[in-house]
T-cell receptor, first 112, second 109 residues
Framework: NAGVTQTPKFRVLKTGQSMTLLCAQD?????MYWYRQDPGMGLRLIHY???????AKGEVPDGYNVSRLKKQNFLLGLESAAPSQTSVYFC???????????FGPGTRLTVT | GQQVMQIPQYQHVQEGEDFTTYCNSS?????IQWYKQRPGGHPVFLIQ?????EVKKQKRLTFQFGEAKKNSSLHITATQTTDVGTYFC?????????FGKGTTLSVSS
């Protein structure tokens, strides 16, 4: 039981490049979330999903897209990376909308 | 939208001293969750409070939910070096959690 895993752990992009971050969970959770964490800013919700095939915008969705084609996977895409997207990205999942969230280890992304 | 504010932003204590972080919401919360993030790590769930005036303890940690369900606190008695990290509160808004900016605790022995 691996819990929540994220791929890759680190990535450096040039401005304008695209990439996809992968989150996978093996707990059969319905809800999945993408957050970004910046120094002094706490955790800010980018997008979330309440089930396979559904997605919704969070607090800071601009510049990101997401997909939830399979229940266990939640993908975060950056179509044209900008330096402002330099951050640590955390994925999380929960069994219900009100329960505790399980976080992955994070992806540290630098955009130059 | 809902805002969750946490104070202080940073706190340094000597090992053995007590520590408290406070969380305040601009709106009434249905529940509040607390998470701990060790340096270089990811947030880990500590507890959820649901009832007005609720108090829960986990060993040296005491969590309180205000009577009006708009504030909460985490108190650590006799801190240890293992308590180092950032403590976040999070209030629920619909199906999403709104996190405070966290309180970073450092402990010197």
């Amino acid at each position: 039981n691996a819990g929540v895993t994220q791929t890759p752990k680190f990535r450096v992009l040039k401005t304008g490049q695209s990439m996809t971050l992968l989150c996978a969970q093996d707990m059969n959770h319905e809800y999945m979330y993408w957050y970004r964490q910046d120094p002094g800013m706490g955790l800010r919700l980018i997008h979330y999903s309440v089930g396979e095939g559904t997605t919704a915008k969070g607090e800071v969705p601009d510049g990101y897209n997401v997909s939830r084609l399979k229940k266990q996977n939640f993908l975060l895409g950056l179509e044209s990376a900008a330096p402002s997207q330099t951050s640590v990205y955390f994925c999380a999942s929960s069994s219900g909308g009100v329960g505790k969230q399980y976080f992955g280890p994070g992806t540290r992304l630098t955009v130059t | 939208g809902q805002q969750v504010m946490q104070i202080p932003q940073y706190q340094h204590v000597q090992e053995g001293e007590d520590f408290t972080t406070y969380c305040n919401s601009s709106t009434t919360l249905s529940n509040i969750q607390w998470y701990k993030q060790r340096p270089g790590g990811h947030p880990v769930f500590l507890i959820q409070l649901v009832k007005s005036g609720e108090v829960k303890k986990q060993k040296r940690l005491t969590f309180q939910f205000g009577e009006a369900k708009k504030n909460s606190s985490l108190h650590i008695t006799a801190t240890q070096t293992t308590d180092v990290g950032t403590y976040f509160c999070a209030g629920r808004e619909g199906t999403a959690l709104i996190f405070g900016k966290g309180t970073t605790l450092s402990v010197s022995s």
